[in-house]
């Protein structure tokens, strides 16, 4: 999602040079931002509900900067209560240098 344009797209990953902090939308999410423009970069899956609340889900979250160095990194985490129609949700900040390397 184009946070300058407004712009909402799908498209796929390329892995880049390791430590260049470069984004670099590919085919024709390229046509639809700018060098510079401020990006919000998501994948999602499709859950039953019914194994989300008996075995719940765990996420990662990274937040980075202007210049695309990590400044947050969350687990937020679905835990299923006893009486199997309810979540909890917990959300952990973690030390972002050590805990990418486990996660990733």
């Known amino acids: 999602m184009n946070l300058n344009n407004g712009n909402r797209f799908s ?3 390329i892995p880049g040079e390791a430590g260049k902090g470069e984004i670099c939308p590919n085919g024709g ?4 931002c700018q ?5 919000i970069i998501y994948a999602y899956e499709n ?3 019914q194994e989300v609340l008996q075995k719940g889900h765990t996420a990662r979250v990274i ?9 947050d990194f969350l687990i937020q985490t679905l835990v299923p209560c006893e009486d199997g129609e309810k979540v909890e ?6 030390n972002c240098e050590r805990e990418i ?3 990733f």
């Open 35 to 39: 060098p510079g423009d401020l990006l």
């Open 63 to 71: 937040v980075a900067n202007e210049h695309n160095e990590i400044e």
């Open 101 to 103: 390397a486990t996660f």
């Open 47 to 49: 859950c039953d509900r």
């Open 11 to 13: 498209t796929y990953v």
């Open 89 to 94: 949700f917990h959300n952990t900040q973690k």
């Open 29 to 32: 999410a390229a046509l639809l």
